[in-house]
């Protein structure tokens, strides 16, 4: 198959354990991309959190795009411009909030490129600080202050409590929301149908390409739509079980350059 496309999730797949791309995993990107495969960073992070890592594969350059908050947002590198997103509804902003007080837990969200939370000294907030490279600010009254539509709430506990708080946050919010863990401590709170193979699927569409010349890459939950969806769906070696179940194909671990020897095997 000619593939055209590649997708990669982030953290677990593309960077190793320290959170950075290793230098033969750039360059066969790098080489892919002057042979015009097409390169997608696809993360449940913020998009201020993917940017660095599209700098340092220099999207902007090639025409690649970043895939943000699990599918909330897609930009395209080259323009800067967001080219579809879907928010949460302002009016829903407040029960969100307030759901997570009754629950005992810590929440957060975005403004821009800062962080927003209830919370500064949340060890998960500090981790997502931490992992995307963006300030935190702690907000005394978060259901007052978020009065405009953003793309995701991020709730916040250790894994066994936040394990019984997903069933009553799914249970009370309804139909219209999508709830899931993308991590043991992290509760994401996101618009019905979105998803990774979703925005994929928009993508897709908007260049003109059949999902059978892509190739999508991950390891966690949050990635088994588009390891499902993809032509060639491909699990990291350290990957969830269900992924490695769903995949085409299992790669080596995100520490011993898995995603490069899937560029040389399937692209170069």
Do not use: W
């Not at 949340?122 to 953003?150: G, R």
């Not at 929301?177 to 979105?194: A, C, M, N, Q, T």
């Not at 079980?241 to 080596?252: I, S």
Request: proline share 3%; hydrophobic share 40%; aromatic share 8%.
């Amino acid at each position: 198959m000619n593939y055209k496309m590649i997708v990669l999730d982030l953290d677990g797949t593309l960077t190793n354990r320290d959170k950075v791309i290793t230098e033969r995993t750039k360059h066969v990107l790098m080489e892919a991309q002057k042979r015009g495969t097409i390169v997608v960073l696809a993360s449940g992070r913020p998009t201020y959190g993917v940017m660095p890592l599209a700098q340092e594969l220099e999207l902007e350059h090639y025409g690649g795009y970043i895939l943000s908050f699990n599918g909330g947002i897609i930009m395209d590198c080259r323009t800067g411009e967001v080219i579809f997103q879907k928010k949460l509804p302002v009016e829903s902003n407040r029960r969100i909030v307030e759901l997570a007080k009754d629950e005992g837990v810590d929440i957060l969200t975005y403004e821009g490129p800062v962080i927003l939370t209830n919370n500064v000294e949340c060890p998960y907030a500090k981790l997502e600080s931490q992992i995307n490279h963006l300030k935190v600010k702690q907000i005394e009254d978060l259901a007052e202050y978020v009065d405009f539509a953003v793309p995701k709430f991020l709730m916040m506990d250790d894994g066994d409590y936040l394990a019984l708080v997903e069933g009553r946050v799914k249970a009370a919010l309804g139909r219209n929301f999508s709830v899931y863990r993308s991590e043991p401590f992290f509760l994401e709170v996101l618009p019905k149908g979105i998803d990774k193979a979703e925005s994929l699927g928009q993508l897709l569409r908007m260049l003109g390409l059949e999902r059978e010349e892509m190739i999508a890459c991950g390891d966690g939950y949050n990635d088994l739509s588009m390891i499902k969806f993809a032509g060639l769906g491909v699990a990291m070696e350290n990957a969830v079980l269900p992924v490695r179940n769903a995949a085409d194909y299992v790669t080596f671990s995100n520490n011993a350059d898995g995603i490069a020897h899937v560029v040389e095997k399937f692209l170069l």
